[in-house]
C-alpha cells in the first residue's frame, strides 16, 4: 500500500519553498521515467532536466507566469519526436538487438510491419502518439516523486512553440510536451495543501464487465 499512501499525499502544488531535491531522489524519479512503458519499446521521447536560474525565468515567461517553475528544485520536460522515421526505429531496434545478443535479423519483420502502419499515416499522428507515449512516461515521474515524497505540478498550461523555441527541441527533431515542476511545497503559503482529494468514487469509477 506504499505507492497508494504515497499518490493521496501527493497533489499539484501550487507553491514551492526553493528547497533542493537531493540527487537521489532526483535520480529514483528519472529512473522510474526511463523504464515506463512505450509502444513497441521505442521511448520517442527525451526529458531534459533544468535547474539553470536564467533558463526557468525564461520557461516561467511562457508557461504563464507559473510560479512553481522558478521555485522548483528541478524543472522536468518531456520533449516528443516530432515524427517516426524508419532511421529512428531502426536505431532503437539495433540496440534491443545488441543488448539481447540475438541475431542481426532477427526484428526485421517486426520492423517492416511497424514502419508500414506507421508511415502512412502522417506526420500529426506521429506527433500525437509519441507525445500519449511521453504521457506515461511522465505518470511515472509523478507517481516516483511521490513515493520520494518529492513535490511535482504537472502542467500542460505552457506556450509549446515558445519553449520549443527556448530549448532548441527543433533542430533535435522533437516537440515539448509536458513540464514537471519538482520541489517541496510551501505550506504557509500554498492554497491547495490542506484542501482534501477529491476523486471519483470507485463505485462510479468502475465498470465492470462480466
Same mark, same amino acid.
Given at each position: 500500500?506504499?505507492?497508494?499512501?504515497?499518490?493521496?499525499?501527493?497533489? /499539484?502544488?501550487?507553491?514551492?519553498?526553493?528547497?533542493?531535491?537531493?540527487? $537521489?531522489?532526483?535520480? !529514483?524519479?528519472? &529512473?522510474?521515467?526511463?523504464?515506463?512503458?512505450?509502444?513497441?519499446?521505442?521511448?520517442? !521521447?527525451?526529458?531534459? *532536466?533544468?535547474?539553470?536560474? &536564467? +533558463?526557468? $525565468?525564461?520557461?516561467?515567461?511562457?508557461?504563464?507566469?507559473?510560479?512553481?517553475?522558478? %521555485?522548483?528544485? #528541478?524543472?522536468? +520536460?518531456?520533449?516528443?519526436?516530432?515524427? !517516426?522515421?524508419?532511421?529512428?526505429?531502426?536505431?532503437?531496434? =539495433?540496440?534491443?538487438?545488441? @543488448?539481447?545478443?540475438?541475431?542481426?535479423?532477427?526484428?526485421?519483420? !517486426?520492423?517492416?510491419?511497424?514502419?508500414?502502419?506507421? $508511415?502512412?499515416?502522417?506526420? $500529426?499522428? #506521429?506527433? =500525437? #502518439?509519441? /507525445?500519449?507515449?511521453?504521457?506515461?512516461?511522465?505518470?511515472?515521474?509523478?507517481? /516516483?516523486?511521490? &513515493?520520494?515524497?518529492?513535490?511535482?505540478?504537472?502542467?500542460?498550461?505552457?506556450?509549446? /512553440?515558445? *519553449?520549443?523555441?527556448?530549448?532548441?527541441?527543433? @533542430?533535435?527533431?522533437?516537440?515539448?510536451?509536458?513540464?514537471?515542476?519538482?520541489?517541496?511545497?510551501?505550506?504557509?503559503?500554498?492554497?491547495? +495543501?490542506?484542501?482534501?482529494? +477529491?476523486?471519483?468514487?470507485? %463505485? &462510479?469509477?468502475?465498470? @465492470?464487465?462480466?
Amino acid at each position: 500500500m506504499a505507492l497508494i499512501d504515497a499518490l493521496k499525499w501527493r497533489y /499539484a502544488t501550487k507553491k514551492m519553498n526553493g528547497q533542493v531535491v537531493p540527487q $537521489e531522489k532526483l535520480d !529514483y524519479i528519472l &529512473e522510474a521515467a526511463k523504464l515506463a512503458p512505450s509502444s513497441s519499446g521505442l521511448q520517442p !521521447y527525451k526529458v531534459f *532536466v533544468i535547474t539553470n536560474k &536564467e +533558463v526557468k $525565468e525564461k520557461l516561467r515567461a511562457v508557461s504563464f507566469d507559473q510560479s512553481q517553475v522558478t %521555485d522548483a528544485s #528541478h524543472v522536468l +520536460v518531456w520533449a516528443a519526436w516530432d515524427g !517516426y522515421t524508419l532511421d529512428k526505429i531502426s536505431a532503437v531496434f =539495433n540496440k534491443t538487438i545488441a @543488448e539481447r545478443g540475438i541475431p542481426a535479423t532477427a526484428m526485421d519483420d !517486426y520492423k517492416k510491419t511497424l514502419w508500414g502502419m506507421y $508511415e502512412p499515416l502522417g506526420q $500529426e499522428w #506521429h506527433a =500525437n #502518439h509519441s /507525445a500519449k507515449q511521453a504521457y506515461i512516461s511522465f505518470g511515472m515521474a509523478i507517481a /516516483a516523486a511521490a &513515493e520520494q515524497k518529492v513535490d511535482t505540478t504537472p502542467m500542460e498550461g505552457f506556450i509549446p /512553440a515558445e *519553449v520549443d523555441k527556448l530549448l532548441g527541441l527543433s @533542430e533535435l527533431g522533437l516537440k515539448s510536451v509536458l513540464l514537471l515542476p519538482l520541489g517541496y511545497r510551501d505550506e504557509a503559503n500554498d492554497w491547495l +495543501v490542506n484542501m482534501k482529494k +477529491v476523486r471519483t468514487s470507485q %463505485d &462510479e469509477f468502475i465498470i @465492470e464487465i462480466k
